[in-house]
């Protein structure tokens, strides 16, 4: 079985301003935008960013970290936080478990009074 070489075949469509395909989001030197396929992820191509390996130095890696954590989810000061507002919200469910059972021997609730609003 003999193939040819004809790389012509379908090239408009590959390669031409009729692709379908994604292209890459970046403008060139020229100001023209980038005519490459984009890596699907990022939305450019490799020549612009579209396949970094992330940052190399201690400089960038620093800068990479301060990113992440800026937001302050995950800082020691909002776990704290968090914690403190769990602790507030046990101690006003078993404050109003108190005045539950405090109205139920008065007589004030019925046993059953949850029921009711279900």
Do not use: Y
């Amino acid at each position: 079985m003999q193939f040819t070489k004809n790389n012509t075949i379908g090239s408009a469509t590959r390669f031409g301003p009729d692709w379908q395909g994604k292209r890459c989001g970046a403008r060139t030197k020229g100001g023209d935008p980038c005519q490459r396929p984009a890596v699907a992820r990022t939305g450019r191509c490799p020549n612009h960013g579209g396949k970094s390996a992330g940052p190399r130095t201690a400089e960038g890696i620093a800068r990479i970290v301060a990113a992440k954590t800026t937001h302050g989810r995950l800082t020691k000061e909002k776990r704290l936080e968090a914690k403190a507002r769990a602790n507030v919200g046990r101690q006003v469910k078993a404050e109003l478990k108190e005045i539950e059972r405090w109205a139920l021997d008065q007589g004030l609730l019925e046993r059953d009074w949850r029921d009711k609003f279900a």
